[in-house]
């Protein structure tokens, strides 16, 4: 293997370790808070990644200046966790949590399906594709290889400024601290006043507006298809779960970890690149059933 | 009384029926291979596990059929029953293994994670599972006697409906003993399962091997019939509607595995003219209603009616 391919391997690792991290912090920040395993989680990725795209090539058609596809992508995930998030939550999630575990997870299963089904409807199953924003950042070179500017800088940038945004918020702010009072305790939370259901939405808000960032982000990168959503859900679930579900920073480094398996998986033995995050979940969670980065948790009996 | 006689007429119909009706076969053979892959979402069901990934040994029945068929060119019936369960408890097992260490969001991710896989390996390895084009299954003999179509599809669908009653009896009278019974315990309090000397996870593991051979003979009935196994066997699609039967059929009893799967068929072939694009969303909100209004499913509701009615008559 070359010092080239090493870096290949590197920079698609790093890229798409990001939009990884982005979707599945989302997942673990909304399981942390609520307990709840969105299944759909993968499908507000895929809504984010079609929006965005939609919203680019309309545009581009229209013929606005192409920078303006930057803050679009952004609109296109605010859209998506806002309405789309904020409609799982308040029609559905609010009815079920004091429901048992194998039924909530029947209930965002359902909204799973239905939300493949709505984008199919709505999209159609020709796979779009917008490199535009890809190519407008230009690339750069680094060790002899050309790479581009928008998968080396600018998603790990995003990647990080969410992870340290996160930890300020959760830990610098009052709406952040309040979150991790509803988090440890809800009730006492309740008995000082603190509007649990508010923390809720918000906190599932926060969590759909990252998987649908992750999926603008991923747009220009991939092509955008039916079962992107599927494919994402069981990973950013295996990065999760590797990590400890709950895990905000250790679902950074598992993201990491996976992304670059994979990638270099590529190069040595492509066959194997799907299963690398599997192969990877398995080993840790044979292991450390916990997750890497978990604390082992008391029983609560 | 009531219940043997509706059982009776039920059974009566389903003989009589491809004869009168012969277009029906295909449907009702379906239908029922397909509840045989429900019940074992069932069984785990009264662990209060829910496997989003029972499509797995679904595909693992179907291609062990296709497999060993293209070897044999052709085979006999049985013997490709007999090899299908066996690959689908070796599945079982080893995938078994890992799984019963968890539970819930583990528990149901973990097998969605595990079919992924499989469905991307019957996709990506061309050479050998044919892609996305899958394997033609040939039409094996049955016991010696080599049929031409009609025929092998009537015989396949009494055999079917034999080995479903069966299967379904022993799944009753297994889901009634003890080691049955705990798995009711995992669902309510598995400490005190393990207090009483008993391994939840041998417990679970049992099952999990049982279920994934229902799932794996009626995928192998289901590539017999259609003559085709292909990686859609094993996405995560069809394993939704194996749960998605199996909670609007009525978790709580075997039969609701084969009346949802029915039911479901029925409206299927009916609606997908109406909802040509729409039909997931259909699903997904009737499985929402169910969950929240129904949780007993049509047989739950069926046993309410008939509460109400023997409390009427007998007041």
Redesign the interface.
């Known amino acids: 293997m070359s010092l080239q391919t090493i870096m290949l391997a590197v920079f698609d690792g790093v890229a798409y370790a990001a939009l990884v991290f982005l979707v599945a912090v989302g997942m673990t920040l909304v399981f942390g808070v609520m307990r709840i395993l969105n299944v759909a989680h993968g499908s507000l990725y895929a809504l984010g990644a079609y929006l965005a795209a939609s919203l680019v090539l309309g545009l581009g058609a229209s013929g606005w200046s192409p920078w303006l596809a930057y803050p679009a992508m952004a609109a296109a995930a605010a859209i998506i966790g806002v309405v789309v998030g904020g409609a799982i939550e308040t029609l559905l999630l609010q009815r079920i949590y004091a429901k048992e575990e194998a039924l909530q997870l029947l209930v965002t299963f359902a909204v799973f399906m239905m939300l493949e089904n709505i984008q199919r409807l709505v999209w159609g199953v020709q796979p779009y594709f917008v490199g535009e924003p890809l190519q407008m950042l230009g690339n750069i070179e680094l060790g002899g290889i050309a790479y581009t500017r928008y998968q080396t800088l600018l998603l790990p940038a995003v990647a990080l400024i969410v992870l340290f945004g996160l930890r300020f918020f959760l830990r610098g702010t009052l709406t952040g601290q309040v979150i991790l009072a509803v988090t440890e305790d809800r009730e006492a939370a309740t008995s000082i006043g603190v509007n649990a259901r508010r923390v809720f939405l918000s906190t599932f808000i926060i969590g759909a507006t990252l998987a649908a960032l992750a999926g603008a982000l991923a747009a220009p990168t991939t092509s955008i298809q039916p079962g992107m959503g599927a494919d994402m859900i069981v990973l950013s679930f295996a990065v999760a779960a590797t990590a400890g579900l709950g895990n905000i920073e250790g679902s950074a480094l598992t993201a990491l970890l996976i992304g670059l398996a994979r990638s270099f998986a590529v190069y040595i033995a492509p066959e194997l690149e799907v299963l690398t995050p599997y192969l990877i979940m398995v080993i840790v969670l044979l292991v450390r059933p916990q997750g890497l980065f978990a604390r082992p948790e008391a029983r609560r009996i | 009384m009531l219940r043997r006689i509706l059982a009776l007429v039920a059974l009566l119909v389903l003989v009589a029926v491809p004869f009168l009706a012969p277009w029906t076969k295909t449907f009702l053979l379906l239908a029922l291979a397909k509840g045989l892959a429900v019940l074992a979402v069932i069984i785990l ?1 009264q662990a ?3 496997s ?1 990934g029972h499509a797995l040994f679904f595909a693992a029945g179907a291609y062990a059929v296709a497999f060993v068929g293209r070897a044999l060119a052709g085979g006999e019936l049985f013997g490709l029953l007999a090899v299908s369960l066996l690959v689908s408890a070796a599945f079982g097992l080893a995938i078994g293994l ?1 799984v019963v ?2 539970r ?3 528990f ?3 097998n ?3 079919s ?2 499989l469905y ?2 019957l996709e ?2 061309f050479h050998l599972t044919g892609g996305s084009d899958g394997i033609r299954v040939l039409r094996p003999s049955i016991l010696g006697v080599t049929l031409e179509r009609n025929g092998f599809e009537l015989a396949l669908y009494f055999i079917t409906l034999a080995l479903s009653i069966v299967l379904a009896a022993g799944v009753t009278r297994y889901l009634a003993s003890p080691l049955g019974q705990a798995l009711g315990a995992i669902k309510s309090n598995e ?1 005190r399962l393990e207090y009483l000397g008993v391994s939840a996870r041998r417990v679970l593991l049992i099952a999990y091997v049982v279920s994934a051979v229902l799932a794996g003979l009626g995928g192998a009935i289901t590539a017999l019939m259609q003559g085709l196994a292909t990686p859609d066997y094993a996405f ?2 069809r394993s ?1 509607e194996f ?1 998605f039967i199996a ?1 609007l059929g009525g978790a709580g009893h075997v039969a609701g595995a084969f009346v949802g799967s029915l039911v479901y068929e029925g409206i299927r072939s009916y609606a997908a003219v109406l909802f040509a ?5 259909v ?3 009737i ?2 209603l169910v ?2 209004f129904a ?1 007993q499913g049509i047989v739950g509701l069926w046993q309410r009616l008939m509460g109400r009615l023997s409390q009427k008559v007998a007041p």
């Open positions: 069901l209060g596990q829910v989003f890992f260490r968890y819930y969001i583990f149901g991710m973990l969605l994670a595990f992924m896989v991307s390996i990506k390895f400490t995560w699609v939704g749960v909670i694009d729409g039909w997931q969303l699903l997904g909100s499985l929402i969950v929240l949780p």
